[in-house]
């Protein structure tokens, strides 16, 4: 009786969690939570309608700016910045139930584990990201599209610099920011942060709560792609589980439809003379 019981728990368990991610694959309920603009924010509803991956999102900034292959490498980021930062309100996007059953379990943990870090899952799931998470898929796309990248935490806020002109220069997607002085030449994260002048006019308003975050370079850390990359936890390792939860939320189910129906043998009994 209770190998029958556990069978059938398990039949069960599996066609629940089997339809919950078909749900989340074929219909709008598959999407995280998205918020609303901020009032300064130039999100543009139809580029979160049209654009769902990074292929898309670098066709989109070429019908702007010309084809990659014929502009520098300057008109490529500031194509990409300005898809990213219309793409994207502000907003953590975080796995549910119907995104990735396995890491919204684990989210209620530790909420770092239920984190969205695929690119390709925050263009395709909804239109909210936290600075860290709209700077990553920034980098992702010039990394894409052949310019050197790395990721910038300032202990507080998080932006992304590009390699070019035998220099880095910062792009803020998430304050939709990009540092340049008289010259029109876009800074690097610690010339802003030496130039007073420059930094608190780019950051101005309601933007200035990111001025203390740029100005202590002390604590300041550094993910360079692809050259001098070291393995770094949540851009890295955390991206790999996730690409390897997204396998499993599809055979976990189909592995415990398997053995639900798997048939009990019958017990006969024997005679001994």
């Known amino acids: 009786m209770m ?24 219909t709008a309920v598959g999407g995280y939570k998205s918020n ?14 049209k654009i769902h991956s990074l292929r898309e999102l670098q ?17 490529k980021m500031k194509a990409l910045f300005d898809i990213v930062s219309e793409r ?36 395709a799931k909804g239109h909210s990201l936290y600075c860290s998470q709209s700077s990553y898929v920034l980098m992702q796309a010039a990394l894409k599209a052949g310019i050197r990248a790395r990721h910038v935490g300032l202990n507080g806020h998080v932006v992304m610099e590009a390699w ?12 939709e920011v990009i540092p340049q002085d008289a010259n029109n030449r876009i800074l690097s994260t610690d010339e802003l942060a030496t130039t007073p002048i420059i930094l608190a006019s780019v950051y101005s308003g309601i933007k200035t709560k990111f001025i203390p975050f ?25 991206l790999y589980v996730e690409k390897l939860m997204q396998v499993l939320k599809y055979i976990i189910p189909l592995l415990l439809i398997g053995f639900g129906l798997i048939p009990i043998p019958n017990k006969t009994k024997t005679s001994h003379k």
């Open 164 to 175: 070019y002109d035998n220099d880095w220069h910062m792009y803020d997607p998430d304050a």
């Open 3 to 26: 190998r029958r019981r556990l069978k059938y728990s398990l039949l069960l368990a599996g066609i629940i969690l089997e339809v919950i991610v078909l749900l989340g694959t074929f």
């Open 214 to 238: 740029i100005t202590s370079r002390q604590d300041n850390s550094y993910v360079a792609y692809p050259v001098g990359a070291y393995f770094e936890w949540k851009s890295q390792v955390l």
């Open 36 to 49: 609303k603009p901020r009032l300064w924010e130039r999100f543009d509803p139809s580029l979160a309608l």
């Open 88 to 123: 994207f309100t502000h907003g953590r996007a975080n796995h549910t139930l119907f995104t990735n059953w396995i890491l919204w379990l684990a989210g209620k943990i530790n909420s770092t584990l239920g984190t969205i870090w695929d690119p390709e899952i925050m263009l």
């Open 59 to 75: 066709s989109e900034a070429e019908k702007r700016s010309g084809s990659f292959a014929t502009i520098d490498d300057q008109k």
